[in-house]
């Protein structure tokens, strides 16, 4: 069955502290892997896709690596700010399966001052 | 240009009653997806639509049910609601297949449904 798995399910950090969060996914083939930032009771926002193909992708203080060998991807944030609390979800796309995008249950983010 | 546009963005409902949520895409995109959310629970994928088609579906029962218009403008009901159909909708859209490349998908802000 395709999964992706996420870790760790919640994580607290001091503001100005590096954080790095984990997605591991058993989709093959996939067609491209998806990193979104969800506010609380807000739709969630895309911060980088990733291709097959692709090691890393930045996207300011958001950094996504992609191992397509060992199927695990890494969100790293960067001197975190108060605005980064939020949800943060692994998404790949099941390129067998018309594309289906098949979600993690995401890693919640707490920043703290 | 606008985003994507869901109304409405609260609703309280009773157990029994059926409700229709409204669901207009960014302009130019034609397929339109929904999920549920629940509170502590990761997006659940209801249904896609592309060019009027249901082209996936989620495991939901049938009572969830959903349409798009010829103007890409989309909209999901519930019939018989249950305490647990009580979450944040979700709607979003993209120019084609929502996983297909490096298509983005662009989210509402949601209709947060609330069964009594």
């Known amino acids: 069955k395709n999964q992706v798995e996420q870790s760790p399910q919640s994580l607290i950090i001091l503001e100005g502290k590096n954080c790095t969060l984990q997605?591991?996914?058993?989709?093959?083939?996939?067609?491209?892997l998806r990193w979104y930032k969800q506010d609380t009771g807000r739709g969630p926002v895309s911060l980088t896709i990733?291709?097959?193909s692709e090691n890393t992708k930045s996207n300011g203080r958001y950094t996504a690596t992609l191992d397509a060998d060992t199927k695990q991807s890494s969100l790293h944030i960067t001197a975190s700010q108060l605005s980064d609390s939020a949800s943060y979800i692994c998404?790949?796309?099941?390129?067998?399966?018309?594309?289906?995008?098949?979600w993690g249950a995401g890693t919640k983010l707490i920043i703290k001052p | 240009k606008a985003g994507v546009t869901q109304t409405p963005r609260y609703l309280i409902k009773t157990r029994g009653q059926q409700v229709t949520l409204s669901c207009s895409p960014i302009?130019?995109?034609?397929?339109v997806s929904w999920y549920q959310q629940t509170p502590g629970q990761g997006l659940q994928f209801l249904f896609e639509?592309?060019?009027?088609?249901?082209?996936n579906k989620g495991n939901f029962p049938g009572r969830f049910s959903g349409r798009q218009f010829s103007n890409s403008r989309s909209e999901m009901n519930v019939s018989t609601l249950e305490l647990g159909d009580s979450a944040l909708y979700l709607c979003?859209?993209?120019?084609?297949?929502?996983?297909?490349?490096?298509?983005?998908?662009?989210f509402g802000a949601g209709s947060r449904l609330t069964v009594l």
């Open positions: 302009s130019g995109h034609r397929s």
């Open positions: 639509y592309f060019s009027e088609t249901q082209r």
């Open positions: 998404v790949v796309s099941d390129a067998d399966s018309n594309y289906q995008l098949i």
């Open positions: 997605c591991n996914y058993t989709v093959s083939p996939f067609s491209n």
């Open positions: 990733m291709t097959f």
């Open positions: 979003a859209s993209s120019l084609v297949s929502p996983g297909a490349g490096a298509n983005v998908l662009t």
